[in-house]
């Protein structure tokens, strides 16, 4: 490579696209001037190939052709297999090679004989493109790991990344998605040792990879970085393909006004470099435009996209019938959604696609609920649940399987909606089926990771059993007498209830998902500003609607274990007015506690081998001036002889290597920042020292080994983290599940640190007098109630709910010694008498989100 080559370049890798192709004319003239017809072949492949990276492909074509000709006259069997694989991408086929195919072939055979290991990676990876787009992906990769080897011989890091970036694309195709993120990555590595030109094409591939696991947030985030790369690099050409794939983000977070923005910036893009805009995007636009209400520019939109799919290459088409299929569902035409979803079913079929036909088949499935056909309904969507269970496997573990099963749970929800519709009595086999089905929307995520913690918690070979969602009957074993789970399925349109006891189950509808989440925003309101009497009336309305039939039977029960959904994940169950009962609220009827599921009990159901009573952590050098009396208070009401620990300041260093997974109750009173957008990066505030920044995040939480019966969060909104559908909570409690603990008494407001501290009293003293946790924080919870007055507030009381196993007792029954309640009693006396503190425990200065 000369001089003036070299400069080009470097000029081309850091987006200096038209100084590099003025120094490749000069490289070509001089070229030609010398007489040499090979390296004028090869000036001009330079010059194509920079013209192609501006989007000038008229220009690319010509200055391909012409280099061609004299490649082969020159018999520079490099560079002709270059000029051979660039024209396809140019989608020009000159004489004698009429066909992708042929014009591939001979650039293949030609690369061979020139004998070079980057011409002939470069030739795989064109050939593997061409695959693909045929839907030949098993074909497609094969000579994609055929060009990275020979790219890896060589230490051709561009080559590398670029070849690792397509078959990202590819193994996600085929539904291979911890694969494609894992390529990704590797891609993105590679493309560091090249250049900003190189990385931005990476980091578009890594983008991608988290839109394809349904990782929005982080794929959005990536794509406003790529753009903003693209835009000062070039090609234009990167700027209109990564608002085109940033629409569909977008859209699929919600945001239409953007997807909409994003669309018509994208489609003026393409059309300034006189490109094709993808067909994906018309209807992607079609979908955000109808869901805005704006119908009759919607049908402009469906129209165009419809006309251009023919055209539109083989992935991109199934995306495209996908789109426009539920367009027209969203304008309630389902003849024509059917007939759009069969083809796609198809097409999806002939590329072996599993992720093609499971959403093939909820359009079907979607479409027949449409035409009132739940029969038909059930049938597709009970193959596209389970094709998504089936896919669940190929993705990573934590936070990438939940965030790609959440975005799938749709085919679950649509099922037992459709099953349900079939139902023609409350407790016929097809609500058996389709409590069944909410089951198996719920374990996925959460139960996989508890497995994982079992396996990392065995000390012996013993394999664990992969977690499977149980039915009705199994479910029912797990209940004692007295005991009723109410589970909850809210999916987009309909919402539904399931009352199950161990010799019954009802179903039963709800309001609609928009009411309840309307109710829910209320109830927390009225809540927190201590409108008792509203609150009353509002639960005259939506305390039927959640019980159902549990409400005529709360006489007959004693406890309620809950498995909510959508946004009554945010609800304190415990406070929800009972009509027309001068007992006012649930927890003066019942215990209650919420779980993930139904199967989660059998998991959760091993007590802790811990030796070693308690281990209590008070908050560093805080404001809450209540937290080590309240660590005192726990030491003192267990009554552990010595056993337990404190740690006054504890850091978080102490905190990961202090041996969790020693204790049976862990304590922490701390402030604790919630971030739902990101919950990974929520945190427990701890001291930080050498070692570590004092923030004890999510992420490491649940990699700490837990093997706790109890777990107490005495910190803000410990319970709250992002909704994810089908998943739960992502909160700071879900991580200590995950972790290993059984039960978790965590918080879904900011919560006083006097009132904290008096509810902790009564809790510990009904722990150690052998009631189980759910008893022990209802009995202190009435003991507040009995209070009367402010303390009486669901305010300061119900914002404390023990998740996960809280029915087995801690310790044994026994009674606590006359100094205990003696001590508790005036204690509890004393700190009602000073009034209840302002001090709440989230960071000081931080606003919680």
């Known amino acids: 490579m000369d001089s003036l080559e070299a400069q080009a370049v470097a000029a081309f890798s850091a ?157 996600s195709r085929s539904g291979r998605l911890g694969e494609a993120l894992s390529d990704a990555q590797l891609a993105r590595e590679a493309a560091t040792k090249v250049g900003p030109r190189a990385e931005v094409q990476a980091l578009f591939t890594l983008a991608q990879a988290y839109a394809h696991l349904s990782d929005f947030d982080d794929s959005a985030r990536l794509w406003t970085d790529v753009i903003a790369r693209y835009r000062k690099l070039g090609p234009p050409i990167g700027v209109a393909l990564a608002l085109d794939s940033r629409c569909h983000v977008w859209y699929e977070l919600g945001r239409d006004d953007l997807a909409l923005a994003d669309a018509k910036a994208a489609i003026a893009t393409y059309q300034s470099l006189t490109a094709r805009p993808s067909a994906s995007l018309y209807s992607r636009a079609a979908m955000a435009t109808i869901r805005q209400g704006q119908i009759r520019d919607g049908e402009r939109w469906l129209d165009e996209a419809t006309r251009r799919l023919d055209g539109a290459p083989g992935f991109e088409q199934i995306q495209t019938m996908q789109q426009i299929g539920m367009a027209y569902l969203m304008l309630a035409d389902a003849g024509a959604a059917k007939a759009v979803y069969t083809r796609m079913l198809a097409a999806g079929r002939a590329r072996n696609s599993l992720e093609d036909e499971w959403k093939a088949q909820l359009g079907l499935g979607r479409a027949a609920i449409a035409a009132h056909a739940p029969d038909v309904a059930a049938t597709h969507l009970e193959i596209a649940a389970r094709t998504i269970e089936t896919l669940r496997t190929t993705v990573p573990a934590q936070e990438l399987r939940a965030a790609y099963l959440a975005r799938r749970v749709e085919a679950h929800e649509w099922l037992a909606a459709a099953l349900m519709t079939l139902s023609t009595s409350p407790t016929d086999t097809f609500i058996e089926a389709a409590f069944n089905v909410a089951e198996r929307a719920r374990v996925r995520a959460l139960s996989d990771l508890l497995a994982e913690g079992r396996a990392r918690r065995a000390t012996s070979q013993v394999r664990i059993a992969p977690p499977r969602a149980r039915t009705r009957a199994e479910i029912a074993k797990t209940l004692r007498p007295g005991d009723a789970l109410v589970e909850y399925l809210v999916g987009e349109q309909d919402a539904f209830g399931w009352l199950l006891t161990r010799n019954e ?51 007959h029960v004693r406890r309620i274990l809950f498995v909510p959904d959508g946004p009554l994940q945010r609800l304190p169950f415990a406070a929800l007015p009972i009509p027309g009962s001068p007992a006012t609220y649930l927890a003066q009827h019942v215990i209650s506690g919420v779980v993930g599921s139904g199967s989660l009990l059998e998991m959760l159901h091993r007590p802790s081998s811990a030796r070693a009573p308690l281990l209590a952590l008070s908050a560093p050098g805080s404001r809450l001036s209540e937290t080590t009396g309240e660590v005192d208070d726990a030491l003192r009401l267990l009554d552990t002889a010595g056993a337990a620990r404190s740690i006054g300041d504890a850091t978080e260093h102490a905190v990961k290597t202090g041996g969790l997974i020693n204790y049976r109750v862990i304590h922490i009173a701390a402030h604790a920042r919630v971030n739902e957008a990101v919950p990974r990066d929520s945190a427990v505030m701890l001291a930080a020292d050498a070692n570590d920044d004092g923030e004890l995040r999510a992420s490491e939480i649940s990699q700490i080994p837990v093997d706790a019966d109890l777990v107490v969060l005495a910190a803000c909104r410990t319970q709250l983290g992002r909704v994810l559908r089908g998943e739960g909570l992502l909160s700071l409690a879900r991580s200590f599940m995950e972790a290993g603990a059984r039960a978790v008494v965590a918080t879904l407001w900011d919560v006083g640190d006097r009132e904290t501290r008096v509810l902790m009293r009564g809790f510990y003293a009904g722990v150690r007098a052998g009631l189980s946790p759910d008893e022990a924080l209802r009995v ?17 009381w119900a914002g404390f709910q023990v998740s996960g196993e809280g029915r087995r007792a801690v310790f044994p029954a026994r009674a606590v010694s006359p100094f205990g309640w003696v001590f508790a009693g005036a204690l509890i006396t004393g700190l009602i008498a000073l009034g209840a503190g302002l001090s709440r425990r989230s960071p000081e200065g931080a606003k919680a989100n």
């Open 15 to 171: 987006g200096r696209a038209q100084e590099a192709i003025e120094l490749l004319k000069r490289l070509q003239a001089g070229r030609r001037a010398s007489g040499d017809r090979a390296l004028e072949a090869r000036a001009g492949w330079r010059l194509a190939t920079g013209y192609r990276g501006m989007g000038r492909n008229a220009d690319a074509v010509a200055a391909s052709t012409k280099a061609l000709g004299l490649a082969t006259e020159a018999g520079a069997h490099e560079v002709a297999a270059d000029l051979l694989a660039q024209l396809y991408s140019l989608g020009t086929y000159p004489a004698p090679f009429s066909t992708p195919k042929r014009l591939l072939d001979e650039a293949l055979r030609v690369a061979r004989l020139a004998n070079n290991p980057r011409t002939l990676a470069r030739v795989y990876d064109t050939r593997a493109r061409w695959l693909g787009e045929i839907g030949a992906l098993d074909e497609a990769i094969g000579e994609i790991n055929e060009g990275l080897a020979l790219a890896q011989s060589v230490s051709d890091h561009a080559l590398i990344a670029g070849l690792l970036s397509i078959r990202s694309v590819f193994v």
């Open 505 to 555: 189950l009802i179903g039963f509808r709800l309001p609609s998902p928009k009411s309840l989440d309307s109710d829910v925003r209320l109830a927390l309101a009225l809540i927190e500003s201590d409108d008792r009497a509203t609150l009353r009336e509002l639960g005259d309305r939506l305390t039927p609607a959640l019980l159902g039939p549990v409400l005529s039977r709360l006489p």
């Open 780 to 796: 202190a919870q009435l003991q507040m109630i009995r209070t009367g007055g402010a303390w009486a507030s669901p305010r300061v």
